[in-house]
């Protein structure tokens, strides 16, 4: 898969690294290691997982030392065991140790966002149904996180309130109704703007079809309810499941015949890969 561009992380990256040093610079370092002394380090994994965010860690690492040398190993999206190498750094011994934390903390966070997404794609495997991610993001990091869910082999849901239109109950009760919502978001959005409405019951769901919809978000519903969904819907809309999805459900939402099945829990509760720093002698 194409890398992110570097000017989608730059600032971020740089901004951590400016929260890490604040006024002073890291005086650990800076008072423990001769300025001119340099030093080898690789990035370890220490657990199982899928690799995401290695070109984020990189640039920590020239950011603060623009002369290192960063070797990666491993392309993200690819899976590893624990105690693979995945980069090699030369460089200033300083600068390693002042880009470490921020270098590691974007590594571990979006390494474990595609490990929990790479778990889920192969949950419903032999499946139609899509892994997609939501909104549910880290507020600054919605772009970083969203990379991570790629590189597991998972799909991205809409990025924002501004490139897709999701009607959602509360729209829903505002706007007087699903079809009078609907049509009144069908003439005021462009021609290539998809609207995706949110159902909790087939009642709605019978409704929603007859409004020109292009998907809909079955919300909560058991498998028995999303099969049915799927039976009345025939190919008219693309079906997304959501809500109430866990690990151990998937299989059987997956089994209903569902086109997408979205989970917050991708980005918002996914736990960091262990990754750390070793220095060589």
């Known amino acids: 898969m194409a890398p992110l561009p570097v000017t989608m992380y730059a600032p971020t990256v740089r901004a951590a690294l400016a929260e890490d040093l604040g006024t002073a610079g890291d005086l650990t370092s800076d008072a423990a290691i001769p300025a001119e002394a340099t030093a080898t380090a690789e990035i370890v994994v220490r657990k199982p997982g899928c690799l995401a965010g290695l070109d984020l860690a990189a640039f920590a690492f020239h950011a603060m030392d623009p002369d290192a040398v960063v070797t990666t190993l491993v392309e993200d999206g690819t899976g590893v065991d624990a105690g693979t190498v995945v980069a090699r750094i030369e460089g200033n011994a300083r600068a390693l140790l002042g880009a470490e934390r921020t270098a590691l903390n974007f590594l571990g966070r979006l390494c474990g966002i595609a490990t929990a997404t790479q778990s889920a794609v192969d949950a419903v495997a032999g499946t139609k149904a899509r892994i997609a991610c939501t909104r549910k993001t880290t507020p600054g990091l919605r772009h970083l996180e969203k990379y991570a869910v790629r590189m597991g082999g998972g799909h991205n849901h809409r990025f924002g309130l501004h490139d897709a239109v999701l009607l959602k109950d509360n729209h829903l009760v505002a706007g007087g109704g699903i079809a009078a919502t609907v049509a009144r978001v069908r003439d005021h959005v462009g021609h290539l703007v998809k609207i995706q409405v949110e159902v909790d019951t087939l009642a709605q769901l019978d409704e929603l079809l007859t409004t020109g919809a292009d998907a809909v978000l079955l919300d909560n519903m058991t498998p028995d309810e999303l099969r049915k969904a799927v039976e009345t819907v025939a190919g008219r809309l693309v079906t997304e499941a959501s809500g109430g999805i866990r690990p151990e459900t998937l299989t059987a939402v997956a089994?209903?015949?569902?086109?997408?099945?979205?989970?917050?829990?991708?980005?918002?509760?996914?736990?960091?890969?262990?990754?750390?720093?070793?220095?060589?002698?």
Not at 256 to 275: F, M, N, Q, R
Request: charged content about 15%.
């Open 255 to 281: 089994g209903t015949g569902v086109d997408v099945i979205s989970l917050g829990w991708l980005t918002h509760s996914a736990p960091a890969l262990d990754v750390g720093l070793d220095f060589r002698s």
